[in-house]
């Protein structure tokens, strides 16, 4: 079979994909195109070609890359031309998310599955427009509900797309709790001490 009419057609996918693809997905629709050949393509043949697609588009001769994130794989433009593309996408650009739906978010990462009361508990605050702005990105879903709690309160998770969003390859480049506190501990730190001067010229 032709390694580069495959390379080829892998790309078209990727391209035409309005989600990151799985090499999995790759894989069968490859399959399910050449299948009359009867010569299946395996991991072990789609794999470099993936990487020969990213290494093309890492040259300064293209406008855009393909990236594995989100779970799969996809074009995304590169960072120089942000202000460019933002012209013609402004209302996308500018609905990011509020502190208060950040913080929401990171505690369904982090203790999912959660209920709402759960997540206000750990707040402090009401939660009900920021799980509702996170359903609508699809960054959450409903899992289903706690039945062993009264009323039987609906479960949240995150969604596939989180990986996406934030361009994630896998769950576990996710930040650690442990970091997080560490790096909050160190910003409050920060602003209870005095300036740099002051500190250099401490005896300590």
């Known amino acids: 079979m032709d390694l580069e009419k495959l390379t080829l057609h892998a790309e078209s996918l990727i391209f035409a ?40 588009y890492q040259n300064d001769f ?31 650009f500018t609905k990011k998310l509020s502190n208060a739906a950040m913080e929401t978010l990171a505690i369904i990462a982090y203790q ?6 759960e997540i206000e508990k750990i707040r402090g605050v009401n939660c009900d427009y920021s799980i509702q702005k996170l359903l609508e990105k699809e960054l959450i879903d409903i899992r289903g509900r706690n039945e062993q709690l009264p009323g039987r309160p609906i479960v949240y998770e995150v969604s596939k797309n989180l990986m996406d969003y934030f361009g994630l390859k896998s769950w576990d480049e ?24 002051s500190i250099t010229n401490s005896p300590l």
């Open 174 to 197: 996710l930040p650690k709790i442990n970091d997080i506190i560490s790096i909050e501990q160190n910003s409050a730190l920060e602003v209870s001490l005095p300036a740099q001067e």
């Open 17 to 56: 994909s309005d989600k990151p693809i799985s090499d999995q997905q790759i894989l069968d629709y490859l399959n399910l195109s050449f299948g009359f050949l009867n010569q299946k393509i395996d991991m072990s043949t789609l794999i470099p070609i993936l990487n020969s697609l990213i290494n093309k």
């Open 112 to 117: 999912q599955p959660i209920t709402k009361s």
């Open 62 to 92: 293209y406008p855009f890359v393909i990236i594995e994130s989100g779970g799969g794989y996809q074009f995304l433009s590169k960072k120089e031309y942000f202000s460019t593309i933002s012209n013609i996408n402004t209302e996308k």
